[in-house]
């Protein structure tokens, strides 16, 4: 076991857990932060997609130990953020959700993309967020959102 | 006395016309390097890039000296899961960039493999052709040498590339996979590798003849 001082959120957290222990866990057993969901555990769905310094990063494949003092910031303080403000608000606009299980990790993709990529192409869409899964299958409708939102950021 | 004053004179002819010999039979020694190698030291040179080239054509190196538009992975060199693709620096694209899942060393509490810098090899120095098949050791051999391609280095740049470089170095330190196991090293450990390359660039990289499938 090992104490680590993270920043999550804008906030200093404490945290007391074996180094190898996934950013994931700690996060939503310790933090809990269940905001970040766990879909499959080796970064094959990317429902467990959180910013750190700024990347999208998998937090389950990610060691807590190996954070040191990277920034992280989740689905839950993503609407503080100006561009992640526009993205939700386009996908409630858009009505994206279905079921909801993987749409916290296309939101933290689909806002990356955005701050790199004001006026992306659908191969840019696609290229960016082709390793988000959603089973409900709300490709069209994420699309529609993302080009929605780079057009209101413009 | 008298003997050594009258041979002085010839003695120090003798010696110039032999410092003359040598002049002529013996050129500078800042021509001599740039000589074309000696077949001996070809040959030495070629056996050495040969041991080399074992390396470079491991399958874990094949997978970041990719000709396609993404890595690829495992001992049987599959396409890279998660639809990860090369991006513009070879580095994946924002969103899903290789640090979105690899980080600066190797997580083997989660599988994800992991050095500095990790991103795939240019273009330019890819190690196969368009149809997944190995280039030859000729091929590869005047990629690896060709310093339009090579990001500019030269012999003693490519010996340090090898030697010392970190993400080459994770070949030898590739941690274990998703299943837990470890992944499969290289046929030469790293100082061999690096042998080789240093005697093959002291034989001044020479490259085998031949074209693609020789």
Known sequence: MATYQLTINGQRREVTTDPSTPLLWVLREDLKLTGTKYGCGVSACGACTVHVAGMATRSCMVPVSMLGDRPVVTIEAIGQDPVGKVVQDAWVSHDVVQCGYCQSGQIMSAVVLLKHTPN???QNIEESMGGNICRCGTYPRIRQAIKAAAQHLQ | ?????TTGPRSLIVVFAAFVVCLVASPPQADQSKAAPSADRRSDGLAAWQQVYTVLTHQRCINCHTATNYPQQG??????????VRGPEGRGVPGLHCATCHQEANADSTGAPGSHN????????????????????????????????NHDMDGPALLQHHAEDQLVGWAWEPGRGLNGLQRTL?????????????????????????KAGD
Not at chain 2, 75 to 84: C, E, L, Q, T
Not at chain 2, 186 to 210: H, M, N, Y
Request: with cysteine; glycine share 4%.
């Open chain 2, 186 to 210: 290289p046929p030469l450990s790293r100082p061999q590798f690096a042998d080789a390359t240093r005697r093959w660039v002291e034989a001044g990289t020479p490259c085998p003849p031949g």
């Open chain 2, 1 to 5: 006395m008298i003997g050594s004053r």
């Open chain 1, 120 to 122: 992306p192409t659908d």
């Open chain 2, 75 to 84: 001992d049987d060199r599959h396409r890279h899961f998660a639809n990860v």
């Open chain 2, 118 to 149: 990790w991103h795939l090899a240019p273009l330019s120095m890819a190690w196969q052709d368009q149809h997944d098949q190995l280039l030859s050791s000729a091929e590869i051999c005047r990629v690896l040498t060709d310093r339009s391609k």
